[in-house]
């Protein structure tokens, strides 16, 4: 290999590398983000639920959901994740449940019920309070709940599907309790975020959707 392919290629990796660096960094100061005001909607994000029972991950994110709601935050709650193998309801049907039986008329809960990823449920989410949106003139304000490392993703997803998003992460998650975890979650972040955009861009030159697909 020639001089100037090594350079070349050295150079490329130190961009690459830089970029990664920025993307941790730039995780890391979404996740301490928490703003303040009211919104027309809020988006959980899904996590794991047992046999209709939320994880701890989940009940954590729908409990600080029912704080944003009790504080007349939002007046609508979306809630987003769909079945993995061997579910017998979905995550957002799961957090219905929860929601509902806290004091949530069901009337004002939307489900996401068929996304697996961060992606779908977000393309999910937004076609539903687009769809039931109170005015055409505005983008719809939305406070995204999920567990901090998450916060950055979101944002640009929500952004990208015509929202325009307010961000309230849950401190309490067994995920942000356990420091090597949560490290773990931000390092599996700066992967998972330069991919959706990436993926949503492939999706946008192709003329294709993120639209989840429904469990056959």
Known sequence: MSRAITRRV???????LSGWILCLVAIVAWSMRDDTGSADAIIVMGAAQYSGRPSPVLRARLDHALDLWRDARATRIVLTGGRHVGDLISEAEAGRRYVVRRGVPTQQVLLEAFGRTSLASMHGAASLILT?????????????V????????????ARLHGLSPMLSPTRTSPISANRSVATEYILRE???LPTDVA??????????SAEPVADG
Do not use: E, Q, Y
């Open 199 to 208: 993926v949503l861009l492939w999706l946008h030159l192709t003329g294709h």
């Open 190 to 192: 700066s992967i998972a």
């Open 132 to 144: 039931h949106r109170d005015s055409v003139t505005r983008r719809p304000r939305v406070l995204l």
């Open 10 to 16: 050295a150079r490329a990796l130190a961009i690459l």
């Open 146 to 157: 999920s567990d901090p490392f998450h916060m950055l993703r979101l944002d640009i997803l």
